[in-house]
């Protein structure tokens, strides 16, 4: 049994608070997730001497591709897939749903505020057709808990959803467009329009439908079309059960319960500074029951404000959903 607290995890307001979780999940997964504990078996690690943050390793993201990257002996409810163009999909083995739902109500409001009053338009095609989306799962949520009547999914249907874009231009409502990156292109192409009162999120990824275009290119083009001053995006995977997100130039704040390390991309067990560019490690404490502690093929830097960036990826990585895009 673990002896930390759910509700603790998500009111962390220290490093030291962070550190302190951290370190109690991280023995936790070492003694429960037989996947984990063999990986550090075989880095000749023993969990007992890791006593601070930098020495915890970090599982290769390939490995939720390959195996069951979960705690033992506990009820799997839920499993979602990532929606990979090439090879494996990645699995996430999901405990306990309510986990994943507190997080990313939370790292949703922490940048957006409360969702009342909050019209969610999702044009999420590539994802709705995957029926086991993490992404699709919280949207649909965000779109429950906004409670506004014109709040919902939109699958080729972008005639009606830019009719509907139009109309609550000249309401009062806080309106959210969530997309993916090649429906959001199809949208602007075939409708420019004002949305300066809305916010326009991009969540990445072309899945082969269009060119791949830098996140530069791809704003400066949503911009143009639809009179946005910036472009909002998030950063997710179905690894992970929290999410960052960016209010514009592909700097993205992480909630409390998340932490991103740049490790040396020729020696992968040393940190970079900030301003340094390399691999991106993460350390996501809502992922108690399967591996908090993620090496991504995803390169980047963090900036001096605490903020990252995403700059491309490992070389053959497979193409992905939400983070796919190259920056400038």
Known sequence: MHNFSIDNIFSIQSFEQFEQIALEIFNYQAENN???????????????IVKKINDIPFLPIEFFKTHKVHIDNKEI???FYSSGTTGQRSTHFIHDLSIYEKSFYASFENQYGKLDNTCILALLPTYLENESSSLVYMVNHLITKSNHPNS???????DELAFKLNLLQKTNSRIILIGISYAL???????AMNLSNTIVMETGGMK????????????????????????HSEYGMTELLSQAYSAGNGQFNIPPWMKVFIRDTYDPFSYL????????NIIDLANIYSCSFIETKDLGKIN???????IGRFDNSDIRGCNLLVAE
């Open 77 to 79: 409810k839920k499993e």
């Open 152 to 158: 919902g999914f939109y699958l080729d249907n972008i």
């Open 273 to 280: 500074g900030k301003g340094k560019s390399g691999g991106i």
């Open 208 to 231: 082969g439908k269009r060119k791949e275009l830098t996140k530069k290119e791809l704003h400066n083009f949503l911009c143009t079309k639809f009179g946005l001053e910036s472009v």
């Open 304 to 310: 001096s404000n605490g903020s990252f960036e995403i």
């Open 185 to 191: 292109i199809d949208l602007a192409e075939k409708y």
């Open 34 to 48: 037989s996947v984990y504990k063999e990986y550090l078996f075989h880095l000749g690690i023993n969990a007992s």
